[in-house]
C-alpha cells in the first residue's frame, strides 16, 4: 500500500505545538523570576520600613537628650549665681 504524503495542515500545527511548548516553557521561567524579583522587593520594603523606625527612634531620643542638657545647663548656672 502507497504511503500518503503527511498534510501540511498536519505538519504546521506540530511546529505551533512545540513553538507554543517553548513559549510555554519560557514564561515558566519569567514567572519564576518575578517571583523572585516580588520577593526581592518585599525584603527592601521591610528594610527601609525598619530603618525608617530607628531614624525616626534615634530623632527622638536625641532630642530628649539636647533637652536635658539644656535643663542641667540652666540649673548649672542658676546654681553658680545663687553663690
Same mark, same amino acid.
Given at each position: #500500500?502507497?504511503?500518503?504524503?503527511?498534510?501540511?495542515?498536519?505538519?504546521?500545527? =506540530?511546529?505551533?505545538?512545540?513553538?507554543? &511548548?517553548? $513559549?510555554?516553557?519560557? #514564561?515558566?521561567?519569567? &514567572?519564576?523570576?518575578?517571583?523572585? *524579583? =516580588?520577593?526581592?522587593?518585599?525584603?527592601? =520594603?521591610?528594610?527601609?520600613?525598619?530603618? =525608617?523606625?530607628?531614624?525616626?527612634?534615634?530623632? $527622638?531620643?536625641?532630642?530628649?537628650?539636647?533637652?536635658? $542638657? &539644656?535643663?542641667?545647663?540652666?540649673?548649672?548656672?542658676? *546654681?553658680?549665681?545663687?553663690?
Amino acid at each position: #500500500m502507497a504511503r500518503e504524503p503527511e498534510s501540511l495542515v498536519l505538519e504546521l500545527l =506540530r511546529e505551533m505545538r512545540g513553538d507554543i &511548548a517553548g $513559549v510555554q516553557a519560557q #514564561m515558566c521561567d519569567l &514567572a519564576g523570576k518575578f517571583d523572585a *524579583l =516580588r520577593g526581592d522587593m518585599d525584603e527592601w =520594603r521591610e528594610t527601609i520600613a525598619s530603618a =525608617r523606625g530607628f531614624s525616626v527612634h534615634a530623632n $527622638v531620643r536625641s532630642k530628649k537628650l539636647e533637652d536635658e $542638657v &539644656a535643663d542641667l545647663r540652666r540649673r548649672v548656672e542658676k *546654681l553658680e549665681k545663687a553663690q
